[in-house]
């Protein structure tokens, strides 16, 4: 019992923090030259949702946004987004669901990706993020009509899919199982010519620009990998493997600076201009929730 109230109150002290973002009339200005903004979403993360999204759109020019149900939102969901998101479009999940593709595991969503950056440049936004300054390296890319990737601590640049794959080869060798890392062992094999590239990135934060990957290279590379890794290929982790090895691959593509756009930093430093608060980090020492209730408040006062 004392687990679970350890466990649930700091996620209930959060959400009520993050709902207040409802108390805007909207959570953003649309602008014709801004980005499109991809989110798959769930009920419970609605609230978080909310913040990520004004906040990125107050450092970053947004033209419409493009929430890809997951199958768990309500009709009251729905209408406290649609009533605060003027250039808001809703997607079914089911109309990305494609038999050349794992089903489930946010392929869903990178496919959605992938066909909505056939016209525009997509931003593939997650819920538990917060932009907290300017976005330069974002804004830079979208002009410049460059792909771009969150980084890692162990990913921090674009190199040779042969040196990942050789990593990852030596770290299955010690024990590791997870499929990300057989993936990427995988890669040698798929590297003929010596010519592709991978970052061990993460697939919460990304932008693609119009016309630069088509579903059908999508299909294609998905077919391959499921044929060097059977059945594993449909396990979660994929989807991340995929977004950052699609990425790579794209001419003019960049990892965002780790030092400006960190992942579960052990302190929210002040040039930290993006952070992505994953997994346990949202509840760890009440920081996602402090600066949340900071965001909401700069929101209120512009």
Not at 25 to 46: E, I, K
Not at 192 to 220: H, I, K, Q, T
Not at 258 to 280: D, I, S
């Amino acid at each position: 019992m004392f687990y679970r109230l350890k466990k649930t109150l700091p996620a209930r002290r959060l959400r009520r923090i993050q709902h207040k973002a409802f108390e805007l009339s909207q959570l953003l200005m649309p602008r014709a030259d801004g980005v499109t903004v991809l989110s798959m979403l769930c009920a419970r993360d609605v609230d978080m949702f909310a913040v990520a999204l004004a906040s990125f759109a107050r450092h970053c020019a947004v033209a419409r946004v493009c929430i890809l149900d997951d199958g768990s939102l309500e009709a009251r969901h729905r209408q406290a987004l649609d009533k605060r998101i003027p250039a808001i479009e809703w997607l079914g999940i089911e109309d990305y669901r494609d038999h050349r593709l794992p089903r489930g595991g946010c392929w869903e969503r990178l496919h959605a990706q992938v066909k909505l950056a056939r016209q525009s440049y997509v931003v593939q936004l997650d819920a538990d993020t917060l932009t907290l300054s300017t976005l330069d390296e974002v804004e830079a890319a979208h002009r410049a009509n460059r792909p771009f990737i969150l980084g890692t601590e162990k990913g921090c640049a674009i190199g040779p899919a042969r040196e990942a794959s050789r990593w990852a080869q030596g770290q299955m060798e010690a024990g590791v199982t997870h499929v990300q890392m057989l993936a990427e062992s995988a890669l040698t094999r798929m590297d003929e010519d010596g010519n592709l590239r991978y970052v061990r990135g993460c697939a919460g934060f990304s932008g693609l620009p119009p016309g630069r990957v088509s579903p059908e290279r999508l299909y294609a590379w998905s077919a391959r990998f499921r044929q060097a890794l059977g059945d594993r290929w449909s396990e979660w982790g994929t989807e991340q493997f995929m977004v950052n090895f699609l990425i790579a691959n794209l001419e003019s593509a960049e990892v965002l600076p780790y030092a400006r756009y960190p992942t579960c930093p052990e302190r929210v430093r002040p040039e930290h201009a993006f952070v992505h608060f994953a997994g346990y980090c949202r509840y760890r020492d009440g920081t996602y929730r402090d600066l949340s209730k900071k965001v909401i408040e700069k929101l209120k006062a512009d």
